[in-house]
């Protein structure tokens, strides 16, 4: 099975800059296809879980979600089968559970992902 391990939270404060690294393993033998996107979603306290990031492992594309464009970098190390999300000038609203996912489509809906992290924290403080 896939396996995804996230770390690189923490405590910033307004305008600071964290990234986070999500560590994948393992495969899906039914599905050959089970890590060929990767994602990252947060989930701040009473909200529903929403898409940041998506990457194709494969081809390197990348989509964000509106808020986080031109803030936040999604990359990959394909020899350390290791994700990234680079998060700079980080704001309050930021604040949220992160969470690395897997799946075979690179999309913004968290139904497409069977592969979960168990997240990481990010607080934004002013």
């Known amino acids: 099975q896939v396996q995804l391990a996230e770390s690189g939270g923490g405590s910033v404060q307004v305008g600071g800059s964290l990234t986070l690294t999500c560590a994948a393993s393992g495969s899906d033998p039914k599905n050959p296809y089970s890590r060929a996107a990767m994602a990252w979603f947060r989930q701040g306290p009473g909200k529903e879980r929403e898409g940041v990031a998506t990457i194709y492992t494969g081809s390197g594309s990348t989509y964000y979600t509106g808020s986080v464009k031109g803030r936040f970098t999604i990359s990959q190390d394909k020899a350390k089968a290791t994700v990234y999300l680079q998060m700079n000038n980080l704001k309050p609203e930021d604040t949220a559970m992160y969470y690395c996912?897997?799946?075979?489509?690179?999309?913004?809906?968290?139904?497409?992902?069977?592969?979960w992290g168990q997240g990481t924290q990010v607080t934004v403080s002013s």
């Open positions: 996912a897997a799946g075979s489509i690179a999309s913004m809906s968290p139904y497409e992902y069977p592969y």
